[in-house]
T-cell receptor
């Protein structure tokens, strides 16, 4: 069964450093998403991406965040200058179309020290 | 924006009993309501979903009901098994272009053998 994969599974970084989280969505999917879950809190939407551009973003997704689909298979989330409060589990998801089921990856646990 | 509240936050049942988790949403324009199961260390996995043109949907031991007038929807698990133990999240999707899901706070279900 096709699945969304994410790398790395864990990342530890120093405050102020840049991190790139990587995702490989399901191969025939066209819509891609990033969500995050701070420990003990709700899963929160960050951004959705379609046709090589952002379709929607939340207030959390400020200028420190960017997304990119650098090739035909990868979808990345970059945090330019990490803050302590960026520590969270980051989930990538994909769907085959607008309104279709979103399938989530296993997540990347980011710890900012 | 959309706000989803989920209750209870924890639920403990005996194996074989039923479990019910309830969610309310605020945006009457929301039209899609998935339920995700999250096991420790994994990403959310879709278990069932319902669209706003349907009042109930069932898949084996799992059912979801939707009351659009009252803006609430519920997950029902019958004949619970220890492997049903996990955190369950409800979510709602509004009609926005980005397909964003708004999640509830989660319910930790514990099924005691």
């Amino acid at each position: 069964e096709p699945e969304v994969t994410q790398t790395p599974s864990h990342q530890v970084t120093q405050m102020g450093q840049e991190v790139i989280l990587r995702c490989v969505p399901i191969s025939n999917h066209l819509y891609f998403y990033w969500y995050r879950q701070i420990l003990g809190q709700k899963v929160e939407f960050l951004v959705s991406f379609y046709n090589n551009e952002i379709s929607e973003k939340s207030e959390i997704f400020d200028d420190q965040f960017s997304v990119e689909r650098p090739d035909g298979s990868n979808f990345t989330l970059k945090i330019r200058s990490t803050k302590l409060e960026d520590s969270a589990m980051y989930f990538c998801a994909s769907s085959s179309g607008i309104g279709e089921t979103q399938y989530f990856g296993p997540g990347t646990r980011l710890l900012v020290l | 924006g959309e706000n989803v509240e989920q209750h209870p936050s924890t639920l403990s049942v005996q194996e074989g009993d039923s479990a019910v988790i309830k969610c309310t949403y605020s945006d009457s324009a929301s039209n899609y309501f998935p339920w995700y199961k999250q096991e420790l260390g994994k990403g959310p996995q879709l278990i069932i979903d319902i669209r706003s043109n349907v009042g109930e949907k069932k898949d084996q031991r799992i059912a979801v009901t939707l009351n659009k007038t009252a803006k609430h929807f519920s997950l029902h698990i019958t004949e619970t098994q220890p492997e049903d133990s996990a955190v369950y999240f409800c979510a709602a999707r509004g009609p926005g272009a980005g397909n964003m899901l708004t999640f509830g706070g989660g319910t930790r279900l514990m099924v005691k053998p």
